[in-house]
T-cell receptor
Framework: SQTIHQWPATLVQPVGSPLSLECTVE??????LYWYRQAAGRGLQLLFY??????ISSEVPQNLSASRPQDRQFILSSKKLLLSDSGFYLC?????????????FGPGTRLTVL | GQNIDQPTEMTATEGAIVQINCTYQ??????LFWYQQHAGEAPTFLSY??LDGLEEKGRFSSFLSRSKGYSYLLLKELQMKDSASYLC??????????WGAGTKLIIKP
């Protein structure tokens, strides 16, 4: 069966510090991978998605970046965090099957920037 | 532009029925998803509709009208554990999910 891991679960970082969040998927090959951010009480904002190694699409301009060094690894990074980067970060994967594209979410990382 | 609308919050009584509505406008359409999200947790999949009509899964049912750009999630025999946010998401022509802000459902005894 497929599983998705995210770490860390919670993180408190000062403004201006760097960030690295990691996501790995097991039990599937060549998944689509996604990074979302969810502000408190709000919906999901798609930040990045990837359809393959080294292929990253950015949905919103920001001080974040993403990389996919391996098929089942997706990394979210920042060189200098802003207060507005606080939120709940979710990694998700999907495999398209005739247009059906259910996304499965990792447990999330709660980031607080102080 | 692309847009998903759903109520911000709803309140219902344990044992009752509640219907959560969602309207969508997307560039193309490849299906409508409902997810459940408990506070502090990741969303979990509930249902998927791509054809008009009602899909039933135990206590939960989801309805879609493509011509009206409308869906609803129906929850029957409400239990306290159903207290959560319910997220509506429509898949556009690029197979990307456009997410609503979620409906917070409060269940009262």
């Amino acid at each position: 069966s497929q599983t998705i891991h995210q770490w860390p679960a919670t993180l408190v970082q000062p403004v201006g510090s760097p960030l690295s969040l990691e996501c790995t998927v097991e039990g599937t090959s060549n998944p689509n991978l996604y990074w979302y951010r969810q502000a408190a009480g709000r919906g999901l904002q798609l930040l990045f998605y990837s359809v393959g190694i080294g292929q990253i699409s950015s949905e919103v301009p920001q001080n974040l970046s993403a990389s996919r060094p391996q098929d089942r690894q997706f990394i979210l990074s920042s060189k200098k965090l802003l207060l507005s980067d606080s939120g709940f970060y979710l990694c998700a994967w999907s495999v398209e099957a005739g247009g059906y594209n259910e996304q499965f979410f990792g447990p999330g990382t709660r980031l607080t920037v102080l | 532009g692309q847009n998903i609308d759903q109520p911000t919050e709803m309140t219902a009584t344990e044992g009752a029925i509640v219907q959560i509505n969602c309207t969508y406008q997307t560039s193309g359409f490849n299906g409508l998803f409902w997810y459940q999200q408990h506070a502090g947790e990741a969303p979990t999949f509930l249902s998927y509709n791509v054809l008009d009509g009602l899909e039933e899964k135990g206590r939960f049912s989801s309805f879609l009208s493509r011509s009206k750009g409308y869906s609803y999630l129906l929850l029957k025999e409400l239990q306290m554990k159903d207290s959560a946010s319910y997220l509506c998401a429509a898949m556009d022509s690029n197979y990307q999910l456009i997410w609503g802000a979620g409906t917070k459902l409060i269940i009262k005894p």
